[in-house]
């Protein structure tokens, strides 16, 4: 899997939107970019996942630039209750039973 | 509702004694996964499980076992052997035939060895 790299911490201000940088340098043709979030003390959750086009949901964006070595997840109008720590992990599409790598992600924190 | 349980919530054990964590799922989900969280880490994979009475050690699965009798329950035994069992262990799982790496959650357990 492709080795990824995220800030440790950021802030931003409630009702603004929320930009969640990360390099993925050696990224493969094949690889996705996902992105998953856990709130202190639960379990991680899925966001958004994309390939080389930008994706939206209804939690998210996903910014892949065109050589796919950077991604941003943008929280358009970020809460107090986005407040996580976010995780960006680079992995080959797979059927079930995949080994997801989990790094330290990037504590994003939501001010009022 | 469809969802991962995992219990107890909190669990306190001696130093020494085997302890057994409970992940129970009801999403008819093929593939199964137990991870462990230390302060301010990521996680690290213990075991995985693609199908019923099949499992393969992940990342971190020495003083671990796991037996998958049952397609909707994976338990984790912390053995005696494992140095430092005191964290934060989060069981998941995922669908058969999808094409990313969509993980469903339970609440977590955490573990306190005395």
């Known amino acids: 899997d492709a080795k990824t790299t995220q800030p440790t911490s950021m802030d931003c201000a409630e009702g603004r939107a929320a930009n969640l940088p990360c390099n993925h340098s050696?990224?493969?043709?094949?690889?996705?970019v996902y992105w998953y979030r856990q709130i202190h003390s639960q379990g991680p959750q899925y966001i958004i996942h994309?390939?080389?086009n930008n994706e939206t949901n209804e939690m998210a964006s996903l910014i892949i630039t065109e050589d796919r070595k950077s991604s941003t997840l943008i929280l358009p109008h970020a809460t107090l209750r986005d407040t996580a720590v976010y995780y960006c992990?680079?992995?080959?599409?797979?059927?079930?039973?995949?080994?997801?790598?989990f790094g330290e992600g990037t504590q994003l924190t939501v001010n009022p | 509702d469809g969802g991962i349980t995992q219990s107890p919530k909190y669990l306190f054990r001696k130093e020494g004694q085997n302890v057994t964590l409970s992940c129970e799922q009801n999403?008819?989900?093929?593939?199964m996964y137990w991870y462990r969280q230390d302060p301010g880490q990521g996680l690290r994979l213990i075991y995985y499980?693609?199908?019923?009475?099949?499992?393969q050690k992940g990342d971190i699965a020495e003083g671990y076992s796991v037996s998958r009798e049952k397609k909707e329950s994976f338990p984790l035994t912390v053995t005696s052997a494992q140095k430092n069992p005191t964290a934060f262990y989060l069981c998941?799982?995922?669908?058969?035939?999808?094409?990313?790496?969509?993980?469903?959650f339970g609440p977590g357990t955490r573990l306190t060895v005395l």
């Open positions: 994309g390939l080389k």
């Open positions: 998941a799982s995922s669908p058969p035939g999808t094409s990313f790496n969509e993980q469903f």
């Open positions: 050696t990224i493969s043709g094949n690889e996705y």
């Open positions: 999403l008819n989900h093929d593939a």
């Open positions: 992990i680079v992995r080959v599409a797979e059927t079930s039973g995949s080994r997801l790598t």
């Open positions: 499980s693609q199908i019923v009475n099949d499992f």
